[in-house]
């Protein structure tokens, strides 16, 4: 018994001071590389006159809370239609909607803005479309090691009651300490198209993406990828549990000669939900150490782009490359593929996430990507925030609809649409089920149909009947795999079959257990 207790005690310590004891994020990037500078963005994104317009109020009928969009207005016209649709999924979700068009502003003047409506209607998360407000960060000497810093902080809009301080170069417009309450009282996710494309046309196909998600035919299969280059190899086992909270079906990639640049790329062809990536990086680039941490490999950002993985989330440990300032950035790239990426969580400077158990539990239990980024932030900074939590933590920000759910937002069987008195029944011989799926299929009349297999979290997880045509009663008994021909041993008390309907044909009315 002393000896099973001292094994929690040492793992209680590693998990609480993963900030002292982790290996540093550094900077790698082409020679003569920097980042960008708070001089550089302000000198092509002057500050202007600051003005909002309410563009619409869409009340939710669940009380899931309230929430803000604020879109840029150079390109609000543009993205009508995909904010109205927006709009209309969040407010069909439960959600209450204040829609605004914002234009100019300083970060103080967009913070003062989110904190009347969290007082005067209390939001609980707000999703920036655009270029809005910047606000900066600096730090004297960095890790106390890598000297004077300066990097973009989200975490100014998110704690909306605490005091931020401007003393280091008083008056120069980059704050530089954080006191009193900072823990946040909401969340926001960005939606920042820098460098990557023509702004509205990237914005479009992004909304495309976040829409169909909503439907379940963005869904990459719920697996996740963790792969870590030689540096973190001892704390990779640990996070590797971190993520199987919310993917238990995780493939874990640590070895020090394998985890190169070479083995990342085509790993990434691989449909997956999640990928976790640990390497010293850049806004441009992620490198890959191997032969003994003397050579080194690149997957470069704009790989994101050209590879178009079927990944639909990320989480890059990975410096600066969540840089949203910096023309080109490898978060950015990654969201606003062609296809399939919809959602990042990164850093603006040298640093990452920690403790990632409090990023990954609340996702599990079905909240929203906005909603468990600003849980970890509270872990984070509750109590008060450390030197070495400021360096790893400040510069982390949500690249994503914050409304996002990775577990999936289908919660019904199916939709009743089309003729209503066209009702298939679907029998179930076994609910829950564990190794065949059993079922029978009666119509009665023609109708174009097709089946699939969805788990609790509406997620689909197997092809049972292509579409096609039938009128009569259809048995179906097929062996129990996913996609990738594995055998699934689990969907719950709670596995289930829909039935969607084909062409607006038809719709599903009932599900009886047999």
Not at 171 to 182: L, P, R
Request: contains cysteine; negative net charge; glycine residues 8%.
């Amino acid at each position: 018994m002393k000896y099973f207790s001292l094994i929690l005690l040492g793992f209680t310590i590693l998990s609480a001071r993963q900030q002292d004891e982790v290996t540093l994020l550094k900077w790698v990037g082409p020679e003569g590389s920097r980042p960008g500078t708070y001089e550089e963005w302000i000198a092509q994104h002057p500050y202007t006159p600051f003005a909002t317009m309410l563009d619409r109020v869409a009340y939710g009928a669940l009380g899931r809370g309230t929430v803000a969009v604020l879109t840029e207005q150079g390109i609000a016209s543009a993205l009508a239609p995909e904010i109205t649709q927006l709009v209309d999924n969040l407010q069909g979700e439960g959600y209450t909607v204040f829609s605004y068009v914002v234009s100019g502003g300083t970060p103080d003047t967009l913070r003062s803005f989110l904190w009347s409506l969290y007082n005067s209607n209390g939001i609980e998360g707000a999703f920036f479309i655009g270029n809005l407000p910047v606000c900066w960060f600096e730090i004297k000497n960095d890790f106390n090691t890598y000297g004077y810093a300066q990097f973009p902080c989200d975490l100014f809009y998110m704690d909306l009651n605490g005091t931020w301080l401007d003393t280091m170069n008083a008056g120069n417009g980059i704050y530089d300490g954080h006191e009193g309450a900072v823990e946040p009282e909401i969340y926001i996710g960005r939606l920042t198209p820098l460098g990557i494309g023509t702004d509205t046309v990237v914005l479009k196909n992004y909304f495309r993406k976040d829409n169909a998600f909503r439907r379940d035919t963005l869904f990459n299969i719920p697996q996740a990828m963790v792969f870590v280059d030689d540096d973190w190899i001892p704390w990779a086992p640990y996070w590797a549990q971190n993520v199987a909270l919310l993917y238990p079906d995780t493939l874990d990639f640590w070895d020090a000669e394998t985890t190169r640049a070479s083995v990342y790329r085509p790993k990434l062809n691989t449909p997956r939900a999640w990928v976790s990536v640990f390497a010293h990086s850049s806004p441009s680039l992620h490198q890959f150490t191997y032969n003994n941490g003397s050579s080194y490999d690149y997957y470069y950002a704009s790989e994101y782009t050209s590879q178009n993985p079927p990944v639909n989330f990320y989480n890059f440990f990975a410096c600066s490359f969540a840089r949203y300032t910096d023309n080109g950035y490898g978060g950015g790239r990654a969201i606003f593929d062609q296809s399939f990426g919809v959602g990042a969580v990164g850093s603006t400077k040298t640093g990452s996430m920690l403790d990632f158990e409090y990023f990954y539990q609340p996702l599990a239990d079905r909240k929203d990507l906005g909603a468990a980024f600003k849980d970890w932030f509270v872990h984070i900074d509750s109590g008060g925030v450390t030197f070495d939590e400021l360096c790893w933590h400040y510069g982390m920000t949500l690249l994503a609809d914050p409304f996002l759910k990775p577990t999936g937002h289908s919660g019904a069987v199916a939709e009743n649409i089309g003729q209503p008195d066209a009702k298939p029944v679907v029998l179930l011989r076994e609910n829950p089920i564990r190794v065949r799926v059993r079922f029978t299929l009666n119509v009665d009349r023609p109708a174009r149909v097709s089946a699939a297999l969805f788990d609790i979290q509406g997620r689909k997880v197997m092809e049972l009947m292509p579409v096609r045509t039938v009128s009569a009663p259809v048995n179906v008994d097929r062996p129990l795999k996913d996609r990738n021909g594995r055998d699934l041993y689990y969907l719950g008390r709670s596995g289930r079959i829909r039935l969607p309907p084909e062409d607006r044909k038809i719709g599903i009315t009932d599900l009886v257990k047999a």
